[in-house]
């Protein structure tokens, strides 16, 4: 009884990490896979991976639209265009001549991106080491944040959103009605001058 | 309506009008939206909406500049912005009397531009962006005049630097105007960043960027004298960038790869004023200290005598003007050092009036003639007479004959000099009139006067069309007149308004006028008598001698030139200052470039190519220099730009992921320095 | 327990490996999704902080930053449309998906 208490009483914290560890890896291989659809479905692990956390940190509203919009949404829109076109052709055909060593055009030869490869590593290993510094010397409070059953956050959201917030709100569906029409005019074009 | 409820309302309006009065940089703001947004659609229309708005703006700002006069103290308006931590940010517009007349100055000579516009750019490629652009210079322009702190200054300076930049490259097909648009960029560059750093050495020093509370700070003695110096040391290098005043001067003359009215509007009458306004709107920081003042003196009267003689050599029409621009600057500039405020600001009034007529009338000649060279001009009075009348009003009123515009502003400032007792200053000022006298003159002659000298060229002149002799007729009667309110004759009345507004705390409680004081003091009248014969036969002795020269021939111009070989040469290389810049900046840059390139080459590469190739860049690059040492350094900045762009795309290897590698390894390096400091 | 270090520590780890999925490859699309991968990670981090503010305050204090969150997932959902239908342009005219190939504009 009292094993099986503390087990729920760690399940939280066991799940935060088994998730991080799935996000981790998942995003490693969004880079990584070799063929782009599987980069993708690694994306939507991560996507998932982070709604749980979310879920794990209280924000229930958020994790929800998360699934809505980056699993619905966004991962399905990575999909379409890469099978809608032949995305998935060109790129792998084209990983593969690379891989075979037939050199890229800018970076010339395999030696070139072995370099490249090791700078990228540096700097982005050089950034978050100093961000985890400079958080750890700011003095960042230690405060357990686990899951604590409270009352949902959707209505203090939608309250704040069509309060405080709601000339930003407004302008994000603006941001938003833009960027279907533009991807539409873009995508668009050639049919227009196929019609012509 | 009764009549009683009538004038009620009436009175009403102005206080209505000066706290809304953002509503004049709005107008041509929108029609810059419009015009943007609706380029195609509105076609040739784009220049109707852009004038509309402009002459909209005008109307208001008359309205404002009579009801400032009705209600007789400044009106702020404005509001919270932002709060950045302990400070908060105020963003606002004031109406004093320094931005009234600035509003109406702007307004006035950017409706003129329009208006001419319509005829001049007819049938141009990017007419709507022509147009889009010139509206949001000018909502730019009186966004500036009526900003009551330094950032929307600021910003509005910089919109300004960067609708110059897009006018001058307007015609961005041909090299020169690219070129020029490039230099211009940044050349003013180098002061704004002066600029920059001196606006927010004051804004850690007062916790503000309101200029009038920095200014109140500075009289009531909370800032340190050497605080002082150096921020309007800074602020002035930033109007030595935008006023093309030495040694910044360099840009405004390639400015003229733009179209005419442009030059007209932002390189002779509104943008390149910005700086000596900026000096004007500063002038409560400035007069605390003495050495900021005689810096400012100093630059600006060298500035004048020296852009005096470049101008009297040049054989570009518009050349002349900007040579001659870049003088008149410095004529404002000197006025503002020694303490004549009025006089500076006096001059900045009517000088906008002349040039902006002077610009234009070229642009008029040169739409007959099909060139800017005048030694292909002459004669054209005939067939121009509109222009030529004009042409003439605002050549006499640059050459300061009385009772014209250019006379009043120019003889307060002589005045100021005088009173100040820097006497050489004094006697450049004076040789700088008389020069002005004689190039204008000299360019009268040649343009004008005489026989023509290209047949061809004289047979297809022909007078241009009513939206350009328009704008001409009335900029030449505010040629004529705008002298008028600063003159002895209206007692002093522009003096008196820019003090009644309190423009500047400071200088109203300290009276430091000395242009006022030696015009009513009993000394000054003394000091009149004797400065005013003195700007006068200057400037009749230049016309004089400009005539014998050009209009009589008493002297042949190619004897003159070889008696004076030396001057001449001197003169027309400009002081070769495009040439010492190119030795001294633009090489040593090319090299750092040059020097990034094999850089971002070796990282690239690996090390393979490396070596071979510092071998052989840096062989070529001595070879290079050697070239260009022994070919002495004739083709100068242009040459220096092509070869700075050439080494520096390297850098832009136009893989979009070594801009990222840059931009998170800069993050980073800003981390660094944060946890060095903060932490 | 969760600590908020720990978060805070999925956020920079994630964003790390974002960050050189992006360095790293050449394919647009693939350089859009890391990207994504680092606005999630973003997202976290905010989500954390809310999450601090909230077990030290009110429940209310989370609001703000989920609210950001929300900001964040529309700017995201937006540059995946604009971006995707570039790169879908780009793929038609130019049979290239390779940004290494794509540098026309290069000087």
Known sequence: MSFLDGLAALAPTI????????????????????????????????????AGVFVLLGADFLAGGQVLVYVGAIAVMFLFAIMVSDLKEISDAETRARGAGT??????????????????????????????????????????????????????????????FLVPFELASVVLLVAMVGAIVLVAREREEEVE | ?????????????????????????????????????????????????????????????????????????????????????????????????????????????????????????????RYQRYFGTLSLFTSAMLALVLADNFLLLLISWEVMGLCSYLLIGHWFEQAWPRMASMKAFMTTRVGDVAMMIGIWLLFTQTGTFNIADITRSAAEGHLGPAVITIAAVLLFAGAV??????????????????????????????????????????????????????????????TALFAATIATVMTDFK??????????????????????????????????????????????????????????????????????????????ALAGIPPLAGFWSKDEILLAVFGSGYHVLFWMAVATAFLTAYYMTRLTCLVFLGRPRDRHRYEHAHESPLSMTGPLVVLGALAVVAGLPGSAWMGHWLGHFLDFG??????????????????????????????????????????????????????????????????????????????????????????????????????????????????VETSAAAGEFDNIVIDGAVNGLADGTVAAGRQLRRAHTGQVQSYMVALYAGAAVSLLALLWFLL | ??????????????????????????????????????????????????????????????????????????????????????????????????????NLLKG
């Open chain 2, 241 to 302: 960038g935008k006023s093309a005043q030495f040694p910044l001067h360099v840009w405004l003359p390639d400015a003229m790869a733009g179209p005419t009215p442009v030059s007209a509007l932002i390189h002779a009458a509104t943008m390149v004023a910005a700086g000596v306004y900026l000096v004007a709107r500063s002038y409560g920081i400035f007069m605390h200290s003495a050495e900021a003042m005689l810096t400012v003196a100093v630059i600006g009267g060298f």
């Open chain 1, 15 to 50: 799940g935060f990490f088994v998730l991080a560890v799935i996000i981790l890896v998942s995003a490693w291989m969004v880079s990584h896979a070799r063929r782009i659809t599987h980069a993708a479905f690694f994306m939507v692990l991560v996507f998932t991976g982070v």
């Open chain 2, 1 to 125: 309506m009764t009549l009683l409820e009538k004038t009620m309302a009436a009175a009403a309006l102005p206080p209505a009008l000066l706290e809304n009065i953002w509503l004049v940089p709005a107008l041509p703001l929108a029609s810059w939206v419009v015009i943007t947004f609706f380029n195609r659609r509105l076609g040739e229309r784009a220049a109707h909406v852009g004038t509309a708005a402009v002459l909209g703006s005008l109307v208001l700002a008359v309205a404002a500049f009579v009801g400032l006069l009705r209600i007789g103290h400044p009106v702020s308006s404005g509001g919270h912005w932002l709060t950045l931590g302990p400070v908060e940010l105020r963003m606002g517009f004031t109406v004093d009397s320094l931005g009234a007349v600035m509003l109406l100055v702007v307004s006035i000579v950017s409706a003129a531009v329009h208006v001419y516009s319509v005829g001049y750019m007819h049938g141009d490629r």
């Open chain 3, 1 to 102: 327990m969760i600590d908020l270090h720990h978060a805070i520590v999925l956020g920079v780890l994630l964003f790390a490996v974002g960050l050189y999925g992006a360095l790293r490859t050449t394919n647009a699309v693939r350089i859009l999704m890391c990207i994504e991968l680092m606005l999630n990670a973003v997202n976290l981090n905010f989500v954390s902080f809310a999450r601090l503010a909230a077990v030290s305050g009110t429940a209310q204090a989370a609001v703000p930053g989920q609210v950001f969150a929300i900001f964040v997932m529309t700017v995201a959902a937006a540059e995946v449309a604009v971006g995707l239908a570039i790169i879908l342009q780009i793929v038609r005219q130019r049979g290239v998906v390779h940004i290494d190939r794509i």
């Open chain 1, 103 to 164: 050199g890229s055009a800018a970076a010339g030869g395999t030696g070139t991106r072995k370099v490249w490869f090791v700078l990228a590593g540096l700097v982005t290993v050089g950034f978050a080491g100093l961000v985890l510094a400079a958080l750890a010397r700011s003095g960042l409070p230690a405060g357990a944040v686990g899951a604590a059953a409270g009352p949902g956050t959707t209505a203090p959201i939608a309250r704040e959103l069509f309060t405080t």
């Open chain 2, 502 to 615: 309190h423009t500047l705390p400071g200088l109203s409680a300290a009276g430091h006028d000395a242009a006022a004081h030696a015009a009513h003091g009993a000394a000054g009248h003394g000091a009149a008598a004797l400065v005013m014969p003195i700007a006068i036969g200057s400037a009749v002795l230049g016309i004089l001698v400009g005539y014998a020269v050009y209009g009589l021939r008493l002297v042949r111009r190619e004897s003159l030139i070889r008696a004076f070989r030396p001057i001449y040469t001197l003169f027309k290389n400009k002081y070769y200052v495009d040439e010492l810049y190119q030795v001294v900046f633009v090489r040593p840059s090319v090299r750092l470039a040059e020097m990034c390139g094999i850089f971002d080459n070796r990282v690239i590469d690996g090390l393979v190519n490396g070596v071979g190739a510092v071998t």
């Open chain 2, 319 to 396: 050349k002349v003007l900007a040579y001659s621009t870049v003088s008149q600057l410095g004529y404002m500039m000197l006025g503002l050092g020694v303490g004549g405020f009025v006089a500076g600001v006096f001059h900045l009034v009517t000088h906008a009036f002349f040039k902006a007529l002077l610009f234009l009338t070229s642009g008029s000649v040169s739409h007959a003639v099909g060139t800017f060279e005048i030694h292909e001009m002459g004669g054209l009075a005939r067939k121009m007479k509109v222009t030529f009348w004009t042409f003439l009003a605002g050549a006499a």
